[in-house]
Structure formats: C-alpha cells, structure tokens
C-alpha cells in the first residue's frame, strides 16, 4: 500500500532541495478524490482507476505546483494532467473490470518523493511532506 500513488508532477532525476523548496510555495485545500472508475491499458500494460473528471480543488493545486516547479526552472510533461492511480504494472488484458465500490479519498497533503528501482520494481521514499489547508 506505501506505493499506492497519484503523481502530480514528474520531475525525474532531481535534486530534492530546488523542488521542496519550489513544492512550498504552492498552494492547495483540502478535499477528496473520488475513485469512480477503471480502465486497462493496453499500451502501457497496466490497470488505473480514477475520477470520472479531476475535482476542481486538485486541479488547483497541480496548476499551483506546476506553476512553481515551472519557475524554479524544472521541466514538466507538457501533455495534460490526468488523475489517477495505477493500481497493476505488466497487467494482461481482463475481459472485463468489475465495478468499484463507492470511494473518495481525502486528500490533506501532498508528498515529495524519491523513486527507487530494482527488479523488483519501484519504491518510494518521502522527502518532504507538505500540507494542505
């Protein structure tokens, strides 16, 4: 479960410091992510599930912190910002995904984290804890 996740900004092999203190100026409020739905995808072999459509309070809060990693000059994906949560890596197609239950998870910080991989895939570790109003 400690791996369980939502990336909001990937910054790859960074220094820690130059993004917490980047990660502290942005802003957010706290509130709750409901997990609505699940897809596989064939492209990257995996299972997600997510929102139907990003709350208006986490979109906020990815455009604040993009904005401040933007102007402590780190390079973000230029695609869109999609909420989810990867749930299966290296996952065969289901014939089908059964129906979730009803979930909303709170959201009252944000983590910095350091990636770790070995064969036997990736850990994380937390850098910076940062917390949300």
């Given at each position: 479960m400690e791996n369980i996740h939502?990336?909001?900004a990937?910054?790859?092999d960074a220094e820690p410091e130059p993004?917490?203190?980047a990660a502290r100026r942005a802003t957010g409020r706290r509130h709750?992510?409901?997990i609505e739905t699940a897809k596989y995808v064939r492209r990257n072999e995996m299972v997600w599930v997510a929102p139907f459509s990003t709350?208006?309070?986490l979109a906020e809060l990815v455009a604040s912190l993009h904005a401040a990693l933007r102007a402590a000059s780190f390079r973000l994906e230029e695609r869109p910002f999609?909420?989810?949560v990867t749930l299966i890596r290296k996952a065969r197609q289901p014939k089908s995904l059964p129906p979730?239950?009803?979930v909303r998870w709170p959201v009252d910080e944000f983590v910095l984290v350091r990636?770790?991989?070995s064969a036997k895939g990736s850990t994380y570790e937390a850098v910076e804890r940062l917390a949300l109003k």
């Amino acid at each position: 479960m400690e791996n369980i996740h939502l990336t909001l900004a990937f910054l790859g092999d960074a220094e820690p410091e130059p993004a917490i203190q980047a990660a502290r100026r942005a802003t957010g409020r706290r509130h709750e992510l409901p997990i609505e739905t699940a897809k596989y995808v064939r492209r990257n072999e995996m299972v997600w599930v997510a929102p139907f459509s990003t709350p208006v309070a986490l979109a906020e809060l990815v455009a604040s912190l993009h904005a401040a990693l933007r102007a402590a000059s780190f390079r973000l994906e230029e695609r869109p910002f999609a909420a989810h949560v990867t749930l299966i890596r290296k996952a065969r197609q289901p014939k089908s995904l059964p129906p979730l239950p009803a979930v909303r998870w709170p959201v009252d910080e944000f983590v910095l984290v350091r990636s770790h991989t070995s064969a036997k895939g990736s850990t994380y570790e937390a850098v910076e804890r940062l917390a949300l109003k």
